[in-house]
T-cell receptor, first 112, second 107 residues
Framework: DGGITQSPKYLFRKEGQNVTLSCEQN?????MYWYRQDPGQGLRLIYY???????QKGDIAEGYSVSREKKESFPLTVTSAQKNPTAFYLC???????????FGDGTRLSIL | GIQVEQSPPDLILQEGANSTLRCNFS?????LQWFHQNPWGQLINLFY???GTKQNGRLSATTVATERYSLLYISSSQTTDSGVYFC?????????FGAGTTVTVRA
């Protein structure tokens, strides 16, 4: 089935560690996105990528990094510089920018 | 950035009731989507509706772009409709989300 796969579903990080969240899509979409959701709030954009080898900062990019080496994959690294990383992270994709976005099932990140 | 306000913040319904959720936005937008987030966190597309009216089963949505608002109608609500409903608008390639309306449908 076509869709967006995020892994793992749950992730625990120790203080000072970098962790990488995986996002893979087989929808042949050009654009991909990462969002963060905190309890009781809406989603906020971290990074987005319009096309392979290109990505742009969203509203809350500090402490995060991404890469887009393949069309299907858009991994997000939460670095030790992100002081409050505990959140629910959602990846999305769309055919192009300004087209409907479709979401993966998310990864819950917690700090040990 | 574009500001998105959703109302009401919380809604409690008896099964079978109808309801209307509202989304106001502060600027012209290229795209508007309604989502349902279930208790497991999955975000489900309901409508892509930058303007006009669409219907999908018991749900329908209307966007009046010139007046910068959108409405989501739930008819004959069921317990499976419970969850958080988000409105998100796109301008300048970014989706901006409202804070959501939490809907609880009681049997």
């Amino acid at each position: 089935d076509g869709g967006i796969t995020q892994s793992p579903k749950y992730l625990f990080r120790k203080e000072g560690q970098n962790v990488t969240l995986s996002c893979e899509q087989n929808l042949n979409h050009d654009a991909m996105y990462w969002y963060r959701q905190d309890p009781g709030q809406g989603l906020r954009l971290i990074y987005y990528s319009q096309i392979v080898n290109d990505f742009q900062k969203g509203d809350i990019a500090e402490g995060y990094s991404v890469s887009r080496e393949k069309k299907e994959s858009f991994p997000l690294t939460v670095t030790s510089a992100q002081k409050n990383p505990t959140a629910f992270y959602l990846c999305a994709s769309s055919m192009q920018l300004n087209q409907p976005q479709h979401f993966g099932d998310g990864t819950r990140l917690s700090i040990l | 950035g574009i500001q998105v306000e959703q109302s009401p913040p919380d809604l409690i319904l008896q099964e079978g009731a109808n309801s209307t959720l509202r989304c106001n936005f502060s600027d012209s937008v290229n795209n508007l989507q309604w989502f349902h987030q279930n208790p497991w966190g999955q975000l489900i597309n309901l409508f892509y509706i930058p303007s006009g009216t669409k219907q999908n089963g018991r749900l329908s949505a209307t966007t009046v772009a010139t007046e910068r608002y959108s409405l989501l109608y739930i008819s004959s609500s069921q317990t499976t409709d419970s969850g958080v409903y988000f409105c998100a608008v796109e301008g300048d390639y970014k989706l901006s989300f409202g804070a959501g309306t939490t809907v609880t449908v009681r049997a």
